[in-house]
C-alpha cells in the first residue's frame, strides 16, 4: 500500500494528537451535549504522597476477604512510546485466589484509572505496563506518557487445566467478581499512594474482556465513568457453545467432532478472494474492503469446481462449497425454521477464519481432525461454566443445533451468571458512565451482529435518545478479532471515552490507520462513524487519505431477523454464587 504524502500525513496525525490531548487531558471547547466543559483546565500530574513499598502493608481483607495479601510492591520501569517511565508495581492475591497488578505512575499520574481487561477464559496475568496491553489507544497521549494507573487480574484463576471450571468460587470470579475487587484494590493503592482518589475512572477490554466491561456496566454502574468495550463476548453461553460449536460441526467431513476438516486454509483464501472480487471495495476504492456485509449476497456455489475440472486450487469442491454456506447461515430450528443463532461468520472474513473455524495447514496437506481447531478448544473448556446445573452434561455433539428448547433447557441455567446481555443500562447511564462498543466486521471468533442486536437492544430497552446520550457503537470494514486483518485495525477510542466523560464531547468521526509491518509508518487513514452510518469516500483526490471522506447514509436497514435466543437479550438480573463481592 501506498505512502501518505508526509506533509498531509503531518497534518493529520498533528490534528489527532492536538485532538486526543484536548479531549483526555480536560481542555477543549463545550460541545452541544456539554455544560461547562469550556471551564475545565487539564488535570494536573499529582506525585506519589509514600514510597512505593510502603503499599506492601496495605490490608485488602475488606475487599478480597480473609487471605487477602500484597506480595511486593515495588518500582519498576517500562518502555512506554520509547520513553521510560518509572512505576510502582504492586502485585498480590485477592482472596480465595485472584492474583492481580496494578502500575502506579511514579512521576506522570493524571488522576486517572484504568482496568484493563482480560480475553479468552483468562486464567493469565496480562502486564498492566506494558502499552500493547491498553488496547485501542493508537498514538493516545495519556497512554503514551504514562499517564493512568492501570491494573490486570488472572480473574481467579491460571493455567491451561480446566479443573478449575468446576469450582463455583473461581466459576463467580470468572464470571463478575475478579474484575471488581481488582478495580477496588486499585482504588485503594491510589488513595495511599498518592493521597487522593482518581478524578475518572475507565474499563477498557476486548473480546471476554468486552463481556467483562458490559458485565461491569450492568453489576457494578458506579465503578466506572467510562468504558471501551470491543468486541464482547456478552453472549458468553451462546458463543461458547452453539456458535463455536456449529462451525466446528459445519467443518467436518462426518459433521461431529470426529471428523476431519473439509476447508482448510488455501481454500478459505480461494474463497476470500471471491468474495472481494464480488462485493468488496466502493467506487474509485480499491481496498477490497466491505462496508457493510449485510448487503453481500455471494453464493459459494459461484466457485465450486467444475466435475471436469483438472486443477482444483483456485475453486471450492462440492463439500468445501456445503462448509462454507452452512458456516455464513448458521444452524437452524428443524420446526420452525429459526435461526438458532443471532449472527455468524460474515461475508470478508473467510481469511481471519484461518486457525479458528479451519484449519492452518492447507488441503494439499494431511488431513486434520476437528479437534485441532481452535473452535473446538474453546467449546470443550467451556463445558462446566455453561452447563453446570443442567439436567444433563451435553457435548460438542449433542447440543441442540435444531432445537430451540435448547435454549431453556440448557443455556437458561447460567445464563445470569455468565451473559452480560442485559439491555437495561440505566443504572450506568445515571451515574454518568459512557460507553463506547466496537467490533471489527471480519471478526472470526465473535459476529458482530451480536453486538449489534445487543445496542440495538439497548435502544429498544430505554429509547433510542436516551441510549444515544451515553452509548456509541463502531463497526470496522475489514478488522478482525480485537484488531489485525485487512482494514484499518489501528485506532484511538482511550481519548475517544476520555473526552466524552470529561469534556462531554460525544464521539462522532473517529479516525482509523494502516500502518507498514516494517516501519510502523502510517501508509493510510480512514474514519469510522457511529453505527449505522458509514464512511464514503468523496470521490476526490487520494482514497487512501482519510480527510477525502465523509460520513455516508446506512447501507443496510432491514430489520434483524428473528432468531431462538432473543430472550437473552431482554432486561435480567444478575446471578451471584461463592463470596460475594464488596
Known amino acids: 500500500m501506498r505512502a501518505l504524502d508526509p506533509r498531509r500525513l503531518l497534518t493529520l496525525l498533528a490534528a489527532c494528537i492536538v485532538a486526543a490531548t484536548v479531549a483526555a487531558c480536560g481542555g477543549g471547547s463545550s460541545s452541544s451535549t456539554g455544560s461547562d466543559s469550556a471551564t475545565k483546565t487539564p488535570l494536573a500530574v499529582v506525585k506519589p504522597v509514600v514510597d512505593c513499598s510502603k503499599l506492601a502493608s496495605i490490608d485488602l481483607s475488606d475487599i478480597g476477604g480473609g487471605g487477602s495479601t500484597i506480595s511486593s510492591a515495588t518500582v519498576t520501569a517500562a518502555t512506554v512510546n520509547g520513553a521510560t517511565v518509572n512505576f510502582c508495581t504492586v502485585k498480590g492475591t485477592l482472596a480465595p485466589s485472584n492474583t492481580f497488578e496494578v502500575a502506579l505512575p511514579v512521576d506522570s499520574w493524571t488522576q486517572r484509572f484504568a482496568e484493563l ?3 479468552g477464559l483468562c486464567g493469565n496475568l496480562s502486564d498492566p505496563t506494558k502499552q ?12 503514551q506518557q504514562g499517564g493512568f494507573v492501570t491494573a490486570a487480574t488472572d480473574m481467579g484463576h491460571s493455567g491451561q487445566s480446566s479443573a478449575w471450571t468446576t469450582d463455583p468460587q473461581k466459576q463467580a470470579d470468572f464470571a463478575y467478581r475478579g474484575q471488581h475487587i481488582t478495580t477496588l484494590a486499585a482504588k485503594k493503592l491510589i488513595k495511599a499512594y498518592y493521597g487522593q482518589e482518581q478524578k475518572y475512572s475507565y474499563f477498557v477490554g476486548c473480546s471476554d474482556g468486552g463481556r467483562e466491561a458490559l458485565m461491569a456496566a450492568q453489576r457494578y454502574p458506579s465503578d466506572y465513568n467510562g468504558i471501551v468495550a470491543g468486541a464482547p463476548a456478552a453472549h458468553f453461553q451462546i458463543q461458547n ?9 459445519s467443518n467436518s467431513t462426518t459433521g461431529t467432532s470426529a471428523g476431519k476438516a473439509v476447508l482448510y ?3 478459505a483464501q480461494v474463497l476470500h478472494k471471491a468474495v472481494v472480487a464480488a462485493c468488496g471495495g466502493q467506487t474509485s476504492v480499491a481496498d477490497g474492503l466491505i462496508a457493510d456485509p449485510r448487503t453481500c449476497h455471494f453464493d459459494p456455489a459461484t466457485i465450486q469446481c467444475a466435475a471436469s475440472a483438472s486443477s482444483t486450487s483456485n475453486c471450492l469442491s462440492a463439500a468445501e462449497v456445503a462448509t462454507a454456506k452452512k458456516i455464513y447461515s448458521g444452524p437452524t430450528d428443524a420446526n420452525t425454521n429459526m435461526l438458532m443463532l443471532g449472527g455468524s461468520p460474515l461475508y470478508g472474513s473467510e481469511a481471519n477464519w484461518i486457525g479458528v473455524e479451519v484449519p492452518t495447514s492447507n488441503s494439499t496437506d494431511a488431513p486434520v481432525p ?9 467449546v470443550t473448556g467451556a463445558y462446566n461454566l455453561i452447563f453446570t446445573g443442567s439436567p444433563t452434561m451435553p457435548n460438542i455433539d449433542t447440543f441442540g443445533y435444531t432445537d430451540a428448547s435448547f435454549y431453556p433447557n440448557y443455556l437458561q441455567t447460567n445464563h445470569a451468571l455468565n451473559d452480560a446481555t442485559s439491555p437495561d443500562l440505566s443504572a450506568f447511564k445515571n451515574a454518568g458512565g459512557k460507553l463506547i462498543l466496537w467490533h471489527g466486521w471480519a471478526d472470526q471468533h465473535i459476529s458482530p451482529l451480536f453486538t449489534i442486536r445487543y445496542y440495538q437492544a439497548v435502544k429498544d430497552t430505554m429509547g433510542e435518545a436516551s441510549a444515544n446520550e451515553f452509548s456509541r457503537l463502531y463497526l470496522v470494514p475489514g478488522v478482525g478479532h480485537c484488531g489485525g486483518g485487512e482494514g484499518f485495525p489501528n485506532i484511538d477510542l482511550v481519548s475517544q471515552i476520555t473526552g466524552w466523560v470529561e469534556q462531554s464531547t460525544a464521539p462522532n468521526a473517529v479516525m482509523t490507520y494502516q500502518t507498514d509491518a516494517t516501519t510502523n509508518a502510517v501508509t493510510a487513514s480512514r474514519p469510522v462513524y457511529p453505527y449505522p452510518a458509514v464512511a464514503k469516500f468523496n470521490g476526490n483526490g487520494d482514497w487512501h487519505d482519510g480527510a477525502n471522506w465523509a460520513q455516508g447514509a446506512p447501507l443496510y436497514n432491514d430489520p434483524a431477523p428473528a432468531w431462538a435466543g432473543a430472550s437473552f437479550y431482554t432486561s435480567y438480573s444478575p446471578k451471584t454464587q461463592g463470596v460475594a463481592a464488596p
Open 132 to 143: 500493547s496491553s491498553f488496547s485501542f489507544s493508537y498514538t493516545c497521549p495519556l497512554v
Open 241 to 249: 457453545s452453539l456458535y463455536h460449536g456449529w462451525n466446528v460441526e
Open 117 to 119: 481487561g482480560c480475553g
Open 370 to 378: 476437528v479437534t485441532s481447531l481452535f473452535s473446538y478448544m474453546i
Open 265 to 267: 486454509a488455501d481454500k
